[in-house]
């Protein structure tokens, strides 16, 4: 039997911890190992407690999530930072982004939608509509340095790679790439996650802004 997803819940309001925490351990693969109500606080915990996925508020009293994120996401990379935020085009997600967390979810999310967003970031996968990836490059996007004189990073790729590559940098989802290369799902996640490894990226979010770093997208 596989062993469940372990969860460490961060927020500074109990209320909004509880529900969560009823909200995953009514799944059967999911466990909820600890709780933090602020960044310092989630940062020990996190390092007590070697979470598989932590779910970070933003803003919080004392050290908040984007300097909680990087300090976890630093101390340990196998630990997967999700973003809880009230608004999807809030400056401090993406703050934590950019520090490394895997992506982000709206506080109001639908039960389905949290559950599928944590399993979705343990297995490597970034929790980004296709949208949300454009306002997220559109918000970094002057803070990309360009390093198109530079080597280019698919080198290593196959070409079939490099055409899911592509279109990860584009936004699109799994689904989406297996349309529109005419592949099964099952092959795209494949290739997915040979690109990752092969270009070192920590996740989706990496590898699509590596792709607008090198003018490749």
């Known amino acids: 039997m596989t062993d469940p997803i372990r969860v460490l819940l961060v927020d500074d ?22 709780e933090a109500g602020e960044g310092e606080a989630a940062i020990a915990r996190s390092r007590d407690l070697r979470p598989d ?15 909680a994120t990087e300090a976890i996401v630093e101390a340990l990379p196998e630990t997967r930072v999700l973003v ?8 401090y997600a993406f703050g934590a982004i950019r520090a490394g967390a ?4 709206l506080k109001d999310a639908q039960r389905h939608e949290l559950t599928s967003a944590v399993r979705a970031v343990h297995r490597g ?6 949208r949300v990836t454009r306002r997220l490059l559109g918000h970094l996007g002057p803070q990309i340095t360009p390093m198109s004189d530079e080597p280019d990073p698919t080198s290593s790729l196959t070409e079939r790679e490099r055409d899911v590559f592509l279109a990860i940098a584009r ?3 799994n689904m ?10 099952s092959t795209v996640k494949t290739h997915v996650g ?22 490749l997208a």
């Open 176 to 185: 989406e790439i297996a349309q529109s290369l005419f592949l099964s799902e």
């Open 125 to 130: 996968d970034a929790v980004l509509a296709p």
């Open 84 to 91: 809880l935020t009230t608004f999807d085009l809030d400056e």
């Open 102 to 105: 895997s992506g982000f979810l």
């Open 13 to 34: 309001q109990e209320l909004i911890r509880v529900g969560f925490r009823l909200v995953l351990e009514a799944e059967p693969d999911m466990v909820v190992v600890g």
């Open 194 to 215: 040979r690109v990752l490894m092969k270009l070192e990226a920590r996740d989706r979010i990496q590898a699509v802004i590596l792709a607008h770093r090198y003018g």
């Open 171 to 173: 936004g699109l989802t």
């Open 53 to 67: 996925v932590v779910l970070m508020d933003i803003r919080m009293p004392g050290v908040d999530g984007i300097a």
